[in-house]
């Protein structure tokens, strides 16, 4: 493999390895949260965790029923589901993201383009054939048995009502769940391989692109130094504070459980819907008006005071004023987001280098244009992410929907401006904060700071020259040794060997670490004429004398000058003459 190939075996393993761990860690938080709902109880795990696998990577399920037993018929029980589980989605991303990018830090400081597209081609490439799989196994009837699912009366009043975004199940639902011990139910579900696939697709590029701009330490092709100080500073940023939003959210859903009646239903709903409650309050916090509609038992689904706003009204406007008049609790939504989004600016400050000629008020308005614009670009997406669409047309669990249906969607014109204000607002005063403080750029990542992805070139070292087969390496040439002080081949002060001043242009370090060391190997060892040599052909018993093992006599020592030691040091020279007047 010469040194501009494409290393395939490394970029299959990353594929492999990265689309592997995704789907692992989807199908474990799907299978795990289905099983805390009671949901295998009605049918089989395997499907439903295919099919919620499928809709987190944006496919679509349509449930079908039978329930002959209502009054309804085939034609009639049909039901259309646009709600996508975040929670599984977010663990799939963060899997996928974390083994892409360590695998592509692999490829040095810099990273060619034709290997970058091969990586992420690959990754796509197999991330699509297993979705298929599961487009495929993502279909199954489930048979609904009253006698295993029904909850005693009462036992769900207010009990998701402590878990924020979720909403209540209680009511009807409960009721109706005590009728369904004699009645023969079933749903179909299946998943739409085509809508499926296509969302996958978008899905699995997105995740890409938004970790290359948010990983700070992952090598980008070259040109593409820009990405490194404009981008990806804001980016990393809002990537740290949404998923620590989603982490507080399922640590309040855990003291919810720890003092609720049901903590495996909370624990169930806060790993399937915990994104989903958290990233639509952020929009919302920062005052993103939103439209909602719900008819028919599906309002009790609602977080409150969400149902009681929109129950009853044909596209109410959501805002945190009109729900503080429900609730007055409600205001401290903006006042936590507002924090956050302070925390998303110091980030941002803190990781964005300070480059040398820019004054204070240049990096203060920096850190506010680009943190501006990254959050004028995620907003929008959160509230696509987050919106809920739910038609119904079943009469199941002992709730009459015929008819009904629930769907919030945000503005997404007024989710861009307000993005762009907010983020320019946070990441100013993010960056005084750290100017004061001092912390400004102290957390800037190399590649981000000027010169960080240029790296001296291997042939231009000092002694290094092509080997003769042309592959493009490099090996160290031949210096001549360095000989005794004063003789020929002895290295000048200031020269590398004996290559003279030709090669100066091409010095890298400092021109003192090219002069001779301080190391003189001393002078070899000669007998003295009138010490005998043992090995020396033609000497008197060299040849016939036996070899005797015993130690070899102390070597003799040249007598000393009796007169050495007595050797000083000179008289000094008599003072100078006075001078004279």
Not at 150 to 174: C, E, F, H, Q
Not at 199 to 207: R, S
Not at 287 to 295: R, Y
Not at 486 to 503: I, L, Q, T, Y
């Amino acid at each position: 493999m010469t040194g501009r190939s494409t290393p395939w075996p490394s970029v299959l393993l990353s594929a492999v390895a990265s689309v592997s761990w995704a789907f692992l860690g989807m199908a474990g938080v799907a299978a795990l949260g289905l099983h805390l709902l009671g949901a295998d109880a009605a049918g089989s795990l395997g499907p439903m965790t295919a099919a919620a696998v499928a809709m987190a990577v944006g496919g679509k399920v349509h449930p079908t029923g039978d329930i002959g037993a209502f009054g309804l018929n085939g034609s009639q029980t049909q039901a259309a589901i646009g709600i996508t589980p975040l929670g599984v989605s977010l663990v799939g991303a963060l899997l996928l993201a974390w083994v892409f990018l360590r695998s592509l830090r692999g490829a040095g400081v810099v990273v060619r383009p034709a290997e970058l597209v091969a990586r992420v081609v690959s990754t796509a490439v197999l991330f699509l054939a297993v979705l298929g799989g599961l487009a495929w196994a993502g279909q199954d009837t489930v048979a609904i048995n009253g006698g295993k699912i029904a909850p005693p009366k009462g036992a769900t009043d207010d009990l998701l009502n402590k878990l924020p975004g979720v909403g209540k199940i209680s009511g009807g639902l409960s009721d109706g769940l005590q009728g369904l011990i004699t009645a023969k139910t079933s749903v179909r579900f299946h998943v739409e391989t085509g809508r499926t696939l296509t969302g996958g697709l978008v899905w699995v590029l997105v995740v890409l692109l938004i970790a290359l701009l948010a990983s700070r330490r992952s090598p980008l092709p070259a040109g593409w130094e820009a990405v490194h100080r404009l981008v990806r500073p804001a980016g990393s940023a809002l990537a740290v504070v949404g998923v620590v939003a989603v982490a507080a959210g399922i640590a309040a859903a855990g003291y919810a459980a720890a003092t609720g009646d049901e903590p495996g239903r909370i624990i169930g709903a806060a790993l399937l819907g915990a994104p989903n409650g958290v990233w639509l309050a952020i929009p919302l916090g920062l005052f993103v008006p939103w439209k909602g509609t719900a008819s028919g038992p599906l309002a009790t689904l609602l977080p409150d005071p969400v149902n009681r706003l929109v129950a009853g009204h044909d596209g109410a406007s959501i805002t945190p004023g009109k729900l503080a008049e429900l609730d007055g609790r409600v205001w401290l939504l903006p006042v936590a987001i507002a924090l956050m989004m302070l925390v998303a600016g110091a980030l941002t400050a803190t990781r964005t280098p300070r480059e040398p000629g820019v004054g204070r008020a240049g990096f203060v308005g920096r850190c506010a244009l680009r943190l501006g614009v990254a959050t004028a670009l995620t907003l929008p997406l959160l509230v696509q992410l987050t919106r809920v669409k739910v038609n119904a047309n079943l009469s199941v669990f002992g709730l009459d929907a015929v008819g009904a249906g629930v769907d919030l969607r945000g503005s997404l014109p007024l989710a861009l401006l307000l993005g762009a204000v907010w983020g320019a607002a946070a990441g100013g005063i993010g960056a005084l904060l750290a100017l004061a403080t001092g912390a400004a750029g102290q957390q800037a990542a190399r590649l981000a700071l000027p010169g960080g992805t240029q790296l001296p070139d291997k042939a231009s070292l000092p002694g290094a020259t092509a080997p003769p087969d042309g592959t493009g390496g490099t090996r160290p040439a031949p210096v001549d040794a360095p000989g005794p002080v004063g003789s020929a081949g002895a290295a000048a002060p200031g020269r590398a060997g004996s290559s003279g001043g030709a090669d100066d242009s091409n010095r890298t370090y400092p021109e003192v670490a090219y002069r001779p060391g301080p190391y003189r190997p001393s002078p070899a060892y000669r007998p003295e004429e009138a010490e005998p040599n043992p090995y020396a052909t033609g000497q008197p018993g060299a040849a016939d004398s036996p070899t005797v093992a015993a130690p070899p006599s102390p070597r003799r020592r040249p007598p000393r000058d009796p007169d050495a030691a007595k050797d000083k040091w000179p008289e000094p020279p008599p003072p100078p003459p006075p001078v004279r007047p």
